[in-house]
């Protein structure tokens, strides 16, 4: 990065304990979710935070701590919906109270799935051999999957955020591998009171072994161009 001729001296930070010698309106973290875990609350307590790792929330710890500095400081923390569709719609009723189950499914190729797991690992093996149905790596609340798939489960990590009253541990995730898929295939069922719900499914197409669809870099371009400036609280953008 240092050898980037585009990039003047005085921009670059070399130790992020550093950070509040740069006066800037909004920090971005498309990093790793330790970043978050290490230093998103210090950041919120100088500026807006735009958080690119949204299972860092998955440790309760960090989400209390997020929390509690966006209720004492003035900043807001930005969670880009990525490729969670309804993403506000969730939060007004997880904010009411009234969201009663919540399920994201994704479904990828094999190789487009970065996990952590032994077990998880061998079950992507057998997908990949056993090529012609659908195969449940995983299925369960969202908090354990996301220490062990980081890289790949950001959506149900921001569903999960943003269903305030189901959080990570009343969250559902699935996980499902399918050798026959030439794209990323979010399917969310929602449901509220007296019956209400809704199904939706996207449909990004994606490279074999590409962690992320085409459709997600606009997305989350979109994303940051309507973050900073709204006050304090948790935004979903």
Request: glycine share 8%; net charge negative; with cysteine.
């Amino acid at each position: 990065m240092e050898e980037d001729k585009q990039l003047k001296p005085e921009w670059l930070l070399r130790d992020l304990n550093d950070f509040k010698q740069k006066q800037v309106d909004l920090i971005v973290e498309v990093a790793h979710p330790d970043i978050i875990a290490t230093h998103g609350h210090e950041f919120l307590s100088h500026c807006d935070l735009f958080v690119g790792s949204p299972t860092a929330f998955a440790d309760a710890e960090v989400e209390k701590r997020i929390r509690q500095t966006i209720n004492d400081k003035k900043y807001g923390c930005y969670i880009p919906s990525g490729a969670l569709w309804g993403a506000n719609d969730i939060a007004k009723m997880g904010k009411l109270g009234t969201l009663q189950g919540l399920t994201i499914t994704m479904k990828k190729h094999p190789s487009s799935m970065k996990l952590t797991s032994d077990e998880l690992n061998n079950k992507l093996n057998i997908a990949l051999e056993e090529n012609t149905k659908e195969h449940i790596i995983y299925e369960g609340p969202v908090r354990p999957l996301c220490p062990l798939a980081p890289n790949n489960v950001n959506t149900m990590a921001c569903a999960a955020l943003a269903a305030e009253n189901l959080g990570f541990d009343k969250t559902n995730a699935r996980l499902v591998a399918d050798s026959r898929l030439e794209a990323h295939v979010i399917e969310i069922e929602l449901q509220g009171n007296g019956g209400f719900s809704v199904y939706t499914n996207r449909f990004n197409p994606a490279k074999v072994g590409a962690v992320t669809g085409n459709a997600t870099y606009n997305s989350f371009l979109s994303s940051l161009l309507c973050s900073g400036g709204r006050g304090k609280g948790l935004h979903f953008v």
